[in-house]
């Protein structure tokens, strides 16, 4: 399994921007596909977007498209949720995932989760 710490949540007001990054603890970061998923109170956790191995191809869901960008960087072993144009419906925790076995866009693919990071836009 993958360790995998998030970082950079907080509050802003709709409109605003916020990055999360997401850290891996493994030697061959660079392997593994990464997603990030978000899970609001009395929701189920559902797809963000997603990245190739290799930053190559990303993929996002329909209400985030436009406003999120997802990026890699091997040499840091890092990727990052760029958020812009954040609206109150994006409040949830973020959590980011690696190395799916399966569909990208599904949760139950993914074998190791990082702890989440609450983002809360305000109205």
């Known amino acids: 399994q993958v360790q995998l710490v998030e970082s950079g949540g907080g509050l802003v007001q709709a409109g605003g921007s916020l990055r999360l990054s997401c850290a891996a603890s493994?030697?061959?970061?660079?392997?593994?596909?990464m997603g990030w998923f978000r899970q609001a109170p009395g929701k189920e956790r559902e797809f963000v977007a997603a990245i190739r191995w290799s930053g190559a191809s990303s993929y996002y869901a329909d209400s985030v498209k436009g406003r999120f960008t997802i990026s890699r960087d091997n040499a840091k072993n890092t990727v990052y949720l760029q958020m812009n144009s954040l609206k109150p419906e994006d409040t949830a925790v973020y959590y980011c995932?690696?190395?799916?076995?399966?569909?990208?866009?599904?949760?139950?693919?993914?074998?190791?989760w990082g702890q989440g990071t609450q983002v809360t836009v305000s109205s």
């Open positions: 493994v030697r061959t970061f660079s392997v593994y596909d």
């Open positions: 995932a690696a190395d799916p076995s399966g569909d990208l866009y599904y949760a139950s693919s993914y074998d190791s």
